[in-house]
Structures are given as C-alpha cells and as structure tokens.
C-alpha cells in the first residue's frame, strides 16, 4: 500500500444518511491498517475506496464495502497532502508510484450546493459543528466550487436548470430528502 487517508462524514443529505457533504480528514491508524490487511489478501491492485462505519456498541470500524473508483468527495485527499490523481496516473503508466507516509488532519471538504438543502431541512442547522456559516478558512474545501475550476460549479447549474423542464427528473430530483 503506498497511501491511505481516512476521513469523517459529518453531515448527509438527506440527514438520515444521504450523500455526506462536510466531511473532514482525522487520524484512524487501525482503519488504514485493516483495509490494508484486506487489500492485501486480495491481492488488489490500485486505487480502492473503503466505507467504513463506527459501530456504537463496541465503537469499532466495521466494513460496509469497497469501491474501486474514486469517490465523489475525493477531492479532500489531495488537500490533506496526498495526491492520488498523481500516483493513479504514474500506475497507468507502469512507474514507480512514491510511498506516501501520513496525511494533514482537520481538512475539511464541503458540497456546497447539497448543504444548503440539509440547511433547510435540518432542526439542527444552528447548532451544526463545523457552523453552516462557516464559509472560508484554510482548511476548508468546497467538492465542486472553485474559482481556479469553475466548470463543475457551472456543469452543476447547468444540470439542474436543465432538470426543471424535465417533470419526470424534476420530481425524483427534488423529492429528495424533504
């Protein structure tokens, strides 16, 4: 294994265990090691994606499944300090891939869009840790707003303009957690 991060989902939308829109990076030194167990025994090669869940009875990490394609809010391990896109490309192309050894914690990394309907849905909006109206701040991300990158903000507009002339996406769109 030449990299693992383990991060935390703080918040879903839908609030009952939707898609996670804050998530932030933490130390779990058995996670890495247990997934790294199982990767091994399975011979696997390449990038795998693991979800894990804590489990209040005995507060252990058990396994809920893995996915061999990069997640959505992937984007929160290279702003910890591990480039991933980099060391899948340099595997695709049969180089050496860089041992990566730790990673920054307390980065956080927010879906923006989806947050503002768990905002508006959520009795606990104004108690919510990190704060709903936390905004900037150096270890805080947005998965999809950029000012470097500003298609996947646009691409999404672009969608849900596009979902409101379609009654069939539209009410599976927006029924969504309400």
Request: hydrophobic letters at 40%.
């Amino acid at each position: 294994m030449k990299a693992g991060i383990v991060y935390s989902k703080l918040r879903y939308f839908p609030i009952h265990g939707g898609s996670s829109i804050i998530n932030r990076t933490v130390l779990r030194p058995e996670i890495i090691e247990n997934a790294h167990k199982l990767l091994k025994a399975m011979k696997w090669r390449g990038f795998a994606d693991f979800d894990f869940i804590t489990d209040p009875r005995d507060g252990m990490a058990k396994l809920m499944e893995i996915n061999p394609r990069i997640p959505a809010c992937f984007r929160i391990t290279v702003a910890a300090g591990i480039d991933f896109p980099y060391m899948i490309a340099k595997l695709a192309l049969g180089e050496d891939i860089p041992k990566v050894d730790g990673y920054q914690t307390d980065v956080y990394l927010r879906y923006f869009p989806l947050d503002v309907l768990w905002f508006l849905k959520s009795p606990e909006r104004f108690r919510a840790k990190p704060s709903f109206f936390r905004f900037f701040g150096k270890n805080l991300h947005d998965q999809i707003i950029s000012l470097r990158d500003p298609g996947p903000i646009l691409g999404f507009c672009l969608e849900n303009l596009i979902s409101l002339f379609d009654r069939n996406d539209r009410k599976v769109r927006y029924s969504r957690g309400w």
